[in-house]
């Protein structure tokens, strides 16, 4: 084994008004996840595995703000700038209009494409009726993407916020996916085990859809796709 030297990260929050906030949460995401608290000095991450990484903070009342940051050897800083949040809520239904419950919700900053919420980390996750709800989003332009296991993926319309006002009535819609079943043959139409199959939208720019890897060459189930 060959050790590396490791970096130190260390992370100033202030608000709107270029002053420190005490309380804040800071999580460091990537190779490695790591989360701090501020208190009168800024969070500090050490040691740290160089590599890139998301750095998202947020504290009581005020929205969740996140930086990309690529960390090398040595010391390295950021700072990041909460702002206001407001409260929004929705449901998530299935093609009829019930409630789905445990679909995984988050949302995708449009006008900020900073504003990026990870689906292990931020996302909400729904009730028995359908219903989700985020404490503080700041000011811009939102879609709220849901996943559920034996549906579809979807997207809300687009949502606008001031940052201030409570939202509600957020609504998305999934529909049942559909099953895809094949098989990976080469040349020879003999199995190829462990080949990577992925869906994509016919005649999009490489497909979006996800893969999966097969076991030995035999028929499996991918993951379900509109």
Known sequence: LKLRPAARLTVNVVGRDGKPI????????????????????????APVVPGGYQI????????????????????????????AGAPVTGRVVDDRGTGLAGARVRYSGASDWTQQASDRYDAATTGSDGSFRFEALPAGSFRFLASHPERAPG?????????KSPRDG?????????????????????????????IGVAGGPGGGGRGRRGGSGRAFDPPRQT
Do not use: C, N, Y
């Open 155 to 163: 997207s809300s319309s687009l949502v606008t916020l001031d940052g």
């Open 56 to 83: 998202a903070a947020w504290a009581d009342g005020m929205a969740h703000t996140f930086q990309r940051i690529q960390i090398a050897k040595g010391d390295a800083q950021a700072r990041l700038v909460l702002g």
């Open 170 to 198: 957020v609504l998305i819609t999934l529909d049942v996916g559909a099953v895809v079943k094949g098989r990976v043959v080469d040349a020879q139409h003999q199995p190829v085990a462990s080949a990577r199959v992925r």
């Open 22 to 45: 005490a309380g804040a949460t800071v999580e460091l995401r990537g190779v490695d996840v790591q989360r701090a608290l501020t208190s009168e000095k800024p969070a500090v991450f």
